[in-house]
């Protein structure tokens, strides 16, 4: 197993099979790339097939033990199904999507060898979800996380990013979790300095302080060094518990102390942390040696936190700290 210079071990990879999606979601950075996103038809840059399964072969040997799926929009590849038959067996399979193709394809996917399920929900109103992600797809979303459940694909992980448009839906989202066995909830803090509307943001301490009050148990998650918040709902609180966790990784060098994963970019770049693009080294037509030497050069120059990374200038604009990338020159 690879580990950093600052002792953490690399046990997952986050790979990106597209930049495509069929949402324009208002907060999307693209896996840290920014709005590139192009046509909806397959684009040559995109990874083939057998680049994909190259890379976490190579990376199985290093002991990676689990792998995510994102985009874009993953499930628009159609030869997913396929990526995941040919995923090293010693990995947990999971995915991130918006939803909106698992009702014809959950079953295929978890034939396949798919493991879990992230899918994306911002709001529980039609409209409000339509402003946030410029689609009107929100009953399929619906359909696809009944699908995913079908599927057995349980729990079904929802997905909020929390910022000025969606923050009043939390206590809304918190008790649909409660309320529905085989449902748990992220909470994605806004991460302003990849989407450029610092505006938009709110202070993620209020909704931490707010679910320690709501929850009837706080769990601490040691892999991520993270709270999880168990709460009841409100009407039947004997019916269950529905577990919200959050995503807080702004200001946060704690977050990024734990973070044990390195990102593939649709396009074949290994890069090693999501807040950098200065890294990035393209696996192109590689052999598995030189895979191996360029996923040891990543891991290798992995900084500790990107908090102090990126830095905000006089402006209130996100820029890259020079003194610190300096100070880690040589290690």
Sequence with gaps: MLTDEFGREVTGVRVSLTDRCNFDCVYCHNEGLGDTRGPMDPQDDEMETDDVVRFLEVAAEFDVDAVKF???EPMLRQDLAEIIERTPAQMEVSLTTNGTFLPDRADELVDAGLDRVNVSQDALDPE???AVTQSGAYER?????EAALDAGLDPVKLNMVVFEQTAGYVPEMVDHVARNDGLQLQLIEYMPELTGRPEWNIDIQRVHDWLAE????????EMHDRKRYWVSHDEAPESGRGMVEIVDPVENPTFCANCHRVRVTHEGYLKGC???NDDLRSMGEMTKPEIRETFRETVAN????YGEYMVQNGDGEWEVNDEYIEGYAGI
């Design 141 to 145: 979303v619906l359909e696809g996380v």
């Design 274 to 276: 999501l807040n950098r």
């Design 302 to 305: 992995r900084v500790p936190y």
């Design 214 to 221: 709501q929850a009837v148990e706080i769990e601490h998650r």
């Design 128 to 130: 409000d979800f339509a």
């Design 70 to 72: 994102t985009g874009g």
